[in-house]
């Protein structure tokens, strides 16, 4: 997953159509970001970028703690069961 402030890129095999409205969570080391997205565009079987729309204000520390980190272990651990 490759992942920034704004958004975020998933790899699948069944990205959803561009415009598609999602609620994702993102696990990394006990810590959790929930967030609505939306998927700014698609690549048949390959994936999907997201866009994220509105992170809660408890959660955006997390987001800016794994960012600070890029240069360690980033985020792998996709929820899907939200957007499956």
Do not use: H, Q
């Given at each position: 997953?490759?992942?920034s402030k704004g958004g975020?890129y998933?790899r699948?095999r069944?990205p959803?159509?561009?415009?598609?409205?999602?609620?994702?969570e993102?696990?990394n080391?006990?810590?959790?970001?929930?967030?609505?997205?939306k998927v700014?565009y698609?690549?048949e079987s390959?994936?999907m970028?997201?866009?994220?729309?509105n992170i809660?204000?408890k959660?955006?520390?997390?987001?800016?703690?794994?960012?600070?980190?890029?240069g360690?272990?980033r985020?792998?651990?996709?929820s899907r069961e939200?957007?499956?």
């Open positions: 997953m490759n992942l975020c998933i699948t069944r959803f159509s561009r415009g598609t409205l999602l609620v994702i993102i696990k080391n006990g810590a959790r970001l929930r967030t609505d997205a700014a698609d690549i390959d994936g970028g997201l866009s994220f729309l809660p204000a959660e955006l520390p997390i987001l800016e703690r794994w960012l600070a980190s890029a360690g272990e985020p792998a651990e996709t939200e957007i499956e």
